[in-house]
């Protein structure tokens, strides 16, 4: 009879959990095309066009009228980013999934993110067929972990647009499946949402020490050599390293890697004017990637960002010394030397909060290894891995001071590179 008690009681617990779970977890529906029931955020969105909230191009395979289309074309290579806000979010979630149903008319990689309450979460990569409808499901989990989360937005993408290739984006059948009820009012956004904020990083697939990159725009050609062929010849008879440098050109950048004292203007040029100087002292063409279109693209990268996602600029190679042996300046000696050096392509921040970047794209290097990177902002240190970023915080405005410790092989650098939060 005990047992028979036990047991009923275990059966009645586990039915009201079960009950209970039901009850507070259902399937909740954010666009079905029923009505104009959201938008996508102007503020910090990156596709060509506005979107066109109910279209109807006539039934897509599976994809039935209407649904949101997103069109057009862009002058270069360029990913295309906005957060969808529904008037049914923030929504609570509890596990569950989020499905989407999408469609493109050219072959592209697309991405799908939340925005919770501790900002954006990951992104999920999905390659889309032309003309082909694919339904996602995603686990909540992936997107912003495990356990009671918040979703105010949903983020989409399209990466790695090719420039003036006119490209439709097509989304319908958004829905998570196990919403557990409204977590307020409104949109969900708040003022640094609207300033772009939680825009996702994208991470591109790079080989660090080849020179090949994609550029968003054309790349710019690489300065003019100051060595002849005949002079490159001679010098790579007498070292294994591909650049050499002058004595005063290494001293220049020696302060720049060592200044405790620079403005925000020179820690932003500081990385440039450095690897021009080694670029332009190459005895081979094409050796790494190219520093000038690196920091250009970084730049614009950070500007897109509104400078509060920014990439890391990182150079690590090997070049030569030239030091005269007498007042001739006919002879010589070559001495190696082993370049650690970081940058940021920026000079002023408008937040108290910013994400830096480590990023193997905006790596210059010859080695077959990336160096471990940590930043350190007002007295706190985050070691960032290759892919990754950190979000460092200031305590005040003004000229804020940022160091980065790296290492490569036996080689340890402490770099202070400089910021105005305004």
């Known amino acids: 009879m005990k047992n028979r008690t036990l047991k009923g009681i275990a059966i009645a617990g586990l039915c009201m959990a ?40 006539g039934n897509l395979d599976n994809m039935n009228p209407p649904y949101i289309r997103l ?31 999408a469609r493109a008319t050219q072959n592209v990689k697309f991405g799908i993110w939340l925005t919770g309450n501790s900002g954006s979460g990951n992104v999920a ?14 686990p909540v989990a992936s997107l912003l972990g495990a356990g009671d989360v918040t979703a105010s937005k949903v983020g989409i993408g399209l990466f790695g647009v090719p420039a003036y290739q006119y490209t439709t984006l097509f989304i319908d059948n958004v829905k998570f499946t196990c919403a557990a009820g409204n977590a307020g009012s409104g949109s969900g956004a708040t003022s640094a949402d609207t300033d772009g904020e939680n825009t996702p990083y994208y991470f591109r697939d790079v080989v660090p020490n080849s020179p090949a990159r994609e550029f968003s725009g054309d790349p710019l050609a690489a ?28 001293r220049q950048i020696v302060r720049f890697q060592e200044s405790k004292a620079l403005t925000a203007k020179q820690s932003r040029d500081g990385w440039y004017n450095s690897m021009f100087l080694v670029e332009r002292n190459r005895l081979k063409d094409s050796v790494i990637a190219s520093p000038k279109n690196l920091f ?6 950070a500007a897109a960002s509104g400078n509060r996602s920014i990439p890391l600029l990182v150079a690590d190679l090997d070049y030569a010394i030239k030091y005269f042996t007498d007042s001739t300046l006919v002879n010589y000696r070559l001495q190696d030397y082993h370049l650690l050096l970081a ?45 990754s970023e950190t979000e460092i915080e200031f305590a005040t405005a003004g000229m804020q001071e940022i160091t980065v410790k790296m290492r490569s092989g036996n080689l340890n650098v402490n770099q202070t590179l400089k910021l105005e939060v305004k």
Request: one cysteine or more; a neutral charge; hydrophobic letters at 35%.
């Open 18 to 57: 079960i009950c209970g779970h039901a009850e507070n977890c259902k399937e909740t529906v954010l666009y079905d095309g029923s009505g104009a029931n959201g938008r996508m955020e102007e503020t910090g969105r990156t596709f060509p066009e506005a979107p066109e909230w109910n279209a109807n191009w």
């Open 71 to 101: 069109s057009g074309q862009k002058g270069a290579k360029a990913d295309w980013t906005g957060n969808l806000v529904f008037d049914k979010l923030p929504l609570r979630l509890n596990g569950g999934s989020l499905k989407i149903t």
């Open 125 to 138: 990569f999905y390659n889309l067929q032309a003309n082909s409808t694919k339904a996602i499901e995603v």
């Open 223 to 250: 300065p003019a050599g100051a060595y002849t062929a005949g002079e490159r010849s001679a010098l790579r008879q007498k070292t294994q390293s591909l650049f050499v440098l002058g004595e005063q050109e290494h």
């Open 296 to 301: 250009l693209e970084a730049g614009e990268i």
């Open 343 to 387: 940058g940021l392509p920026v000079t002023e921040v408008r937040s108290s909060k910013v994400k830096v970047a480590y990023d193997p794209f905006f790596t210059a290097t010859t080695r077959n290894t990336l160096p471990s990177v940590e930043i350190c902002a007002a007295g706190k240190c985050n070691a960032v891995q290759p892919g």
